[in-house]
């Protein structure tokens, strides 16, 4: 087996692929291909099709919204009835505790958390579609519920003052109405988010999840895990302290506690401990010898029977005034209505609930079926949790999500469908209608003791912070932030703080990407950082600019800036350069036309003493111009053919392979930074641009007459062939433009000749257009020609031979100094000119 996988991987290692294409831009590839004609369907037509309805559509819709129609029938009795018994037996078990315990979370009597692990589980099997996670009470939702339920239902609505005395029966009439009326704020929220959740899920809005990151989730749950701690310390102290909620909730109740810490009642604090640590035993137990166990130790309804077993024996209520569940009433309550009068004023509570149950359900809904190898639906999802909460809600239930661990001793304990839901709703049901009442003389600190264990899990979250910062420090930030603001803010307002400053950091990173100039790795097409891998070198003269992110107007200014300083090209910075070379330029001709005007002065009066010479304005003609026009008389297109250039780039390749949508603004951007590196002589191209890139220039008139579709190529390596190729053009250009520029010095030469000795001008060089300007205009067509190769470089060549032999014999002949010198002196000056020229 080793033998064939080291045989493979030599295959992989040996592979090699060679293609020869021609390099391909973007204008000549649209000609090669042929667009497959889509014909656009009309408005009314789509709506026509999707109402129209048929056998297999209904059949289809029907078993989409029910799923329990397509699984049951196929239900493999033998196979998985026996683990789906076992494993509802044992989550029924553990739902009994938590329900009771996290009703307390949620400011509800105890019973209202029997109601809500019964109803909405019972509903979940007809409408989920993840068979391993266990819906009910969860200690995060609960708290939310309870936030909600005391700022709508506060203690002084009711003239309640919290204290440790006997309550009198009036003080237990307050009691009632204030349970009450937080029971309708919390059936209240409940309702409004199921109908969310279930409005959201026929919208096909599930992905609105995929906004609650995992650091943001677990940031989030951390917080709340501090907020639930610290609202059941007065439980598990025995105090009796107001509850907070909203902004600052968690400092406010600590400093209520710590208070009143003299006022602890010691019995129920033994209670409270003796259970936790009952509760961390069993959990480490279960932990370590889970592969051994059959089922895990149900730990929880041991200690809840044990502890109300030791309550009723010992009458701790009365005797060590140990708050108790209390009445427990027997039997399902009739449906009614919510108070919809409520729904105005929770209505941002509700929504951010159903945002973060539904998040909740369906990250474990995911985990379970990836592990299990099946699919679920997070649309479907959504409506089933918002049909059992919505229709839950008439049956008096507050709103409910998956519990983490009772999921996990679902899957584990055997659970094979949502029967093992069923089951462990049947068990509930049976508590309530039958034996609820013996769990009246359970203690309340028992109860807390459960919540506070089953924090554990969300505590250990607090390792996160050393692995986000070893991974990634933005996703560090997101956790922090969530945990701040989910603390000092509420849970309601931390959500939406982490929530923005997730989308922050979204903006962030696209507005500021990082930027990279790439190079070839030898012998290969493929292009990597510079920066990054030694054996990367760039091409000399062509820079590769590439960006991890998409061109909008957030970015577009950064991006440009940013082109310019990883290329070290700054268009601004050359022109300005060629500017000041272009006066400088301008004047030393000025000044050189100067010194020849004195020297032909000097010769003339040398020559001919009778002559007398006027020179008006101290200008004298030359080549029937004056000498500051022809200072200043070569055009600046001419000068930058004959300057050399001012930087050593002369390609700009702009890879937007990693580019997902360009705006108007980025559009912009680019056709201003292709025209600006045009005018300083730097060739900027586009390599990589997606089928969706290329719609979106298309659409925003990006290819005109200045920029065309030839710009742009399917790949870098297809740019950089193209790039090579046109600066090997540039630069045969560019050398016959130097020659042209030695043409050019025969002004000076001809300059000095003046009037002829005899006063006679020569009419045909002063009169009439330079005998070399036809020789320019046929060099310039050449060398702007198409289809430019070496043979019209040399064509060019041989029309400058012709034209710096006919100018130096035309300049021999004319000049009186030259006629003098002897025949050798000639010979130099022709040498010397052709070793100038070649």
């Given at each position: 087996?080793?033998?064939?996988?080291?045989?493979?991987?030599?295959?992989?290692?040996?592979?090699?692929?060679?293609?020869?294409?021609?390099?391909?831009?973007?204008?000549?590839?649209?000609?090669?291909?042929?667009?497959?004609?889509?014909?656009?369907?009309?408005?009314?037509?789509?709506?026509?099709?999707?109402?129209?309805?048929?056998?297999?559509?209904?059949?289809?819709?029907?078993?989409?919204?029910?799923?329990?129609?397509?699984?049951?029938?196929?239900?493999?009795?033998?196979?998985?009835?026996?683990?789906?018994?076992?494993?509802?037996?044992?989550?029924?078990?553990?739902?009994?505790?938590?329900?009771?315990?996290?009703?307390?979370?949620?400011?509800?009597?105890?019973?209202?958390?029997?109601?809500?692990?019964?109803?909405?589980?019972?509903?979940?099997?007809?409408?989920?579609?993840?068979?391993?996670?266990?819906?009910?009470?969860?200690?995060?939702?609960?708290?939310?519920?309870?936030?909600?339920?005391?700022?709508?239902?506060?203690?002084?609505?009711?003239?309640?003052?919290?204290?440790?005395?006997?309550?009198?029966?009036?003080?237990?009439?307050?009691?009632?109405?204030?349970?009450?009326?937080?029971?309708?704020?919390?059936?209240?929220?409940?309702?409004?988010?199921?109908?969310?959740?279930?409005?959201?899920?026929?919208?096909?809005?599930?992905?609105?999840?995929?906004?609650?990151?995992?650091?943001?989730?677990?940031?989030?749950?951390?917080?709340?895990?501090?907020?639930?701690?610290?609202?059941?310390?007065?439980?598990?102290?025995?105090?009796?302290?107001?509850?907070?909620?909203?902004?600052?909730?968690?400092?406010?109740?600590?400093?209520?506690?710590?208070?009143?810490?003299?006022?602890?009642?010691?019995?129920?604090?033994?209670?409270?401990?003796?259970?936790?640590?009952?509760?961390?035993?069993?959990?480490?137990?279960?932990?370590?010898?889970?592969?051994?166990?059959?089922?895990?130790?149900?730990?929880?309804?041991?200690?809840?029977?044990?502890?109300?077993?030791?309550?009723?024996?010992?009458?701790?209520?009365?005797?060590?005034?140990?708050?108790?569940?209390?009445?427990?009433?027997?039997?399902?309550?009739?449906?009614?209505?919510?108070?919809?009068?409520?729904?105005?004023?929770?209505?941002?509570?509700?929504?951010?609930?159903a945002i973060v149950g539904f998040s909740m359900a369906v990250s474990m809904a995911k985990i379970f079926a990836l592990k299990h190898g099946y699919t679920i639906d997070g649309n479907q999802e959504l409506i089933a949790l918002g049909i059992c909460n919505s229709a839950g809600s008439f049956f008096q239930t507050f709103s409910i999500t998956c519990s983490m661990s009772r999921s996990?001793?679902?899957?584990?304990?055997?659970?094979?469908?949502?029967?093992?839901?069923?089951?462990?709703?049947?068990?509930?049901?049976?508590?309530?209608?039958?034996?609820?009442?013996?769990?009246?003389?359970?203690?309340?600190?028992?109860?807390?003791?459960?919540?506070?264990?089953?924090?554990?899990?969300?505590?250990?979250?607090?390792?996160?912070?050393?692995?986000?910062?070893?991974?990634?420090?933005?996703?560090?930030?997101?956790?922090?932030?969530?945990?701040?603001?989910?603390?000092?803010?509420?849970?309601?307002?931390?959500?939406?703080?982490?929530?923005?400053?997730?989308?922050?950091?979204?903006?962030?990173?696209?507005?500021?990407?990082?930027?990279?100039?790439?190079?070839?790795?030898?012998?290969?097409?493929?292009?990597?950082?510079?920066?990054?891998?030694?054996?990367?070198?760039?091409?000399?003269?062509?820079?590769?600019?590439?960006?991890?992110?998409?061109?909008?107007?957030?970015?577009?200014?950064?991006?440009?800036?940013?082109?310019?300083?990883?290329?070290?090209?700054?268009?601004?910075?050359?022109?300005?350069?060629?500017?000041?070379?272009?006066?400088?330029?301008?004047?030393?001709?000025?000044?050189?036309?100067?010194?020849?005007?004195?020297?032909?002065?000097?010769?003339?009066?040398?020559?001919?003493?009778?002559?007398?010479?006027?020179?008006?304005?101290?200008?004298?003609p030359l080549n029937g111009k004056s000498a500051d026009a022809n200072a200043q008389g070569t055009s600046p297109d001419e000068l930058e053919h004959f300057m050399e250039p001012m930087t050593n780039v002369h390609c700009i390749i702009l890879d937007l392979t990693p580019v997902n949508f360009v705006d108007s603004v980025g559009a912009k951007m680019l056709k201003s930074v292709i025209k600006e590196y045009e005018e300083v002589g730097v060739f900027v191209c586009i390599a990589g641009c997606s089928g969706p890139v290329m719609d979106d220039l298309t659409r925003l008139n990006f290819f005109e007459k200045s920029t065309t579709r030839d710009l742009l190529f399917h790949s870098v390596h297809d740019a950089v062939?193209?790039?090579?190729?046109?600066?090997?053009?540039?630069?045969?250009?560019?050398?016959?433009?130097?020659?042209?520029?030695?043409?050019?010095?025969?002004?000076?030469?001809?300059?000095?000749?003046?009037?002829?000795?005899?006063?006679?001008?020569?009419?045909?060089?002063?009169?009439?257009?330079?005998?070399?300007?036809?020789?320019?205009?046929?060099?310039?067509?050449?060398?702007?020609?198409?289809?430019?190769?070496?043979?019209?470089?040399?064509?060019?060549?041989?029309?400058?031979?012709?034209?710096?032999?006919?100018?130096?014999?035309?300049?021999?002949?004319?000049?009186?100094?030259?006629?003098?010198?002897?025949?050798?002196?000639?010979?130099?000056?022709?040498?010397?000119?052709?070793?100038?020229?070649?």
């Open positions: 087996m080793e033998h064939v996988q080291e045989h493979e991987e030599c295959l992989v290692q040996t592979q090699m692929y060679r293609v020869e294409r021609p390099v391909y831009n973007e204008e000549f590839l649209q000609g090669q291909l042929h667009k497959k004609e889509k014909t656009p369907q009309p408005l009314s037509q789509k709506i026509a099709h999707s109402c129209r309805c048929s056998s297999k559509k209904a059949k289809s819709h029907l078993y989409s919204f029910l799923p329990i129609l397509k699984w049951l029938p196929r239900y493999p009795v033998r196979a998985y009835l026996l683990g789906d018994i076992v494993s509802g037996i044992s989550t029924g078990v553990m739902q009994l505790p938590q329900g009771l315990a996290y009703a307390l979370l949620a400011a509800v009597p105890p019973v209202f958390g029997l109601y809500s692990s019964f109803y909405p589980v019972f509903l979940y099997t007809f409408f989920g579609t993840s068979r391993h996670i266990s819906i009910g009470t969860f200690a995060v939702i609960s708290l939310m519920i309870g936030g909600v339920a005391v700022r709508e239902a506060p203690d002084e609505m009711f003239n309640i003052v919290e204290s440790n005395s006997t309550n009198s029966t009036d003080l237990l009439e307050n009691y009632k109405a204030r349970d009450a009326m937080r029971v309708k704020v919390a059936v209240a929220v409940t309702l409004l988010s199921g109908i969310i959740q279930l409005s959201l899920g026929l919208l096909r809005f599930g992905f609105v999840a995929i906004y609650l990151t995992e650091p943001l989730v677990r940031g989030f749950t951390t917080a709340a895990a501090v907020h639930v701690f610290t609202s059941q310390l007065k439980y598990l102290l025995g105090i009796k302290t107001k509850r907070y909620s909203g902004a600052l909730s968690v400092l406010y109740s600590l400093i209520a506690v710590l208070s009143n810490i003299t006022k602890t009642n010691i019995a129920t604090l033994v209670v409270g401990l003796t259970c936790i640590v009952l509760l961390l035993s069993g959990k480490e137990i279960n932990d370590r010898f889970k592969k051994k166990l059959p089922v895990p130790i149900p730990m929880e309804i041991i200690v809840v029977i044990i502890a109300t077993g030791v309550s009723a024996g010992m009458n701790l209520s009365k005797t060590y005034e140990v708050d108790i569940v209390g009445d427990i009433p027997k039997g399902l309550l009739a449906p009614k209505v919510p108070d919809i009068n409520l729904i105005p004023a929770v209505f941002v509570d509700a929504l951010a609930i996990l001793v679902q899957e584990s304990t055997g659970g094979k469908t949502q029967i093992a839901g069923t089951l462990s709703s049947i068990m509930v049901l049976l508590v309530i209608v039958a034996i609820g009442y013996l769990f009246e003389p359970l203690p309340q600190t028992v109860l807390a003791a459960i919540v506070m264990v089953n924090l554990k899990g969300m505590f250990k979250q607090f390792g996160d912070i050393a692995h986000f910062w070893r991974t990634s420090k933005i996703e560090l930030a997101i956790w922090i932030v969530a945990f701040v603001a989910s603390v000092f803010l509420g849970l309601d307002y931390g959500l939406l703080t982490a929530v923005a400053f997730a989308m922050i950091t979204v903006i962030y990173r696209t507005q500021s990407p990082q930027y990279r100039i790439l190079g070839q790795i030898p012998n290969t097409d493929i292009y990597s950082d510079v920066e990054q891998y030694e054996e990367v070198k760039e091409y000399p003269g062509i820079k590769i600019f590439q960006a991890n992110a998409s061109l909008y107007f957030a970015n577009s200014e950064l991006y440009a800036s940013a082109l310019k300083k990883k290329t070290g090209v700054d268009p601004c910075a050359v022109l300005a350069a060629k500017k000041k070379a272009q006066k400088r330029h301008a004047k030393e001709l000025k000044q050189t036309n100067e010194q020849r005007k004195k020297a032909v002065l000097k010769l003339t009066n040398d020559l001919e003493t009778s002559v007398k010479h006027e020179v008006i304005n101290d200008e004298l062939l193209s790039c090579q190729l046109k600066h090997c053009v540039r630069r045969q250009r560019f050398f016959v433009y130097q020659l042209l520029a030695m043409v050019f010095k025969s002004d000076y030469w001809l300059s000095l000749t003046g009037p002829g000795l005899n006063g006679q001008e020569p009419k045909h060089f002063l009169k009439s257009p330079r005998p070399h300007q036809c020789w320019i205009q046929s060099i310039r067509s050449v060398c702007c020609h198409q289809h430019f190769n070496i043979a019209s470089w040399i064509k060019s060549i041989q029309l400058v031979d012709q034209l710096q032999h006919s100018t130096l014999n035309f300049i021999v002949s004319s000049s009186p100094i030259i006629k003098t010198s002897t025949c050798r002196e000639k010979t130099i000056a022709h040498q010397d000119t052709e070793k100038a020229l070649f």
